[in-house]
């Protein structure tokens, strides 16, 4: 069984950065596509991004393009979400998933605030 579990959120202000990181146990890390996906309380998860196995295909939502940047160490098992230019909209619980269409395994969650 899998498990994934982020790290890296916290409070920024307006125009900050963060960069999250997802580290991955039990399967074949290099053999997945990832993805992350953000929540606000009450609301449904949305899309932010995801990256192919070897690293070279991306995706994002658009509100987060250009901003937002996937990438991963399959040597480390872990997978990161690069973020610059916050702003208070990017308030989210942040989850790592394992997959692109088919979203299997969920992290924890980790919690981003933007806020001055």
């Known amino acids: 069984q899998g498990l994934l579990v982020e790290s890296g959120g916290g409070l920024v202000q307006p125009g900050g950065s963060l960069r999250l990181s997802c580290v991955y146990s039990?399967?074949?890390?290099?053999?997945?596509?990832m993805s992350w996906y953000r929540q606000a309380p009450g609301k449904v998860r949305a899309f932010v991004g995801s990256i192919t196995t070897d690293g070279a295909n991306k995706k994002y939502a658009d509100s987060v393009k250009h901003r937002f940047t996937i990438s991963r160490d399959n040597a480390k098992n872990t997978v990161y979400l690069q973020m610059n230019n916050l702003k208070p909209e990017d308030t989210d619980m942040y989850y790592c998933?394992?997959?692109?269409?088919?979203?299997?395994?969920w992290g924890q969650g980790t919690q981003v605030t933007v806020s001055s």
């Open positions: 998933v394992r997959g692109w269409t088919i979203l299997d395994y």
């Open positions: 039990g399967f074949d890390f290099s053999n997945y596509p």
